[in-house]
């Protein structure tokens, strides 16, 4: 059982930056890979980035390559979101998720955090 907390969201302007936080709960941590998501007003879960179990491996939505950057430090059963160059496009709201595969399929992750909402403005 995994347990997720998300924080670090808020409102910033159109070019600022903000570094989204995902705390886990229990000790297998670094036996999960990690994803965030996003899901805005009207729109279905969208994946965003992926992180797999040792940190290594990463992906991206193309909508946020080069802008965001997924990390995790599993000495501190922590996940991060750095997300530069913010777009009004991005207001959502953003979730953690920890899975057994490292995949970009919301489904396949098992457990969720209550999310985060972040809002940019133009």
């Known amino acids: 059982q995994v347990q997720l907390v998300e924080s670090g969201g808020g409102l910033v302007q159109a070019g600022g930056s903000l570094r989204l936080s995902c705390a886990a709960s229990?000790?297998?941590?670094?036996?999960?890979?990690m994803g965030w998501f996003r899901q805005a007003p009207g729109k279905e879960r969208e994946f965003v980035a992926a992180?797999?179990?040792?940190?290594?491996?990463?992906r991206y939505a193309d909508s946020v390559k080069g802008r965001f950057t997924i990390s995790r430090d599993n000495a501190k059963n922590t996940m991060y979101l750095q997300m530069n160059s913010l777009k009004p496009e991005d207001t959502a709201d953003y979730y953690c998720?920890?899975?057994?595969?490292?995949?970009?399929?919301?489904?396949?992750?098992?457990?969720w955090g209550q999310g985060t909402q972040v809002t940019v403005s133009s």
């Open positions: 998720a920890a899975g057994q595969n490292f995949v970009t399929t919301a489904r396949l992750y098992r457990y």
């Open positions: 229990g000790r297998t941590f670094s036996m999960y890979a």
């Open positions: 992180i797999n179990w040792s940190g290594d491996s990463t």
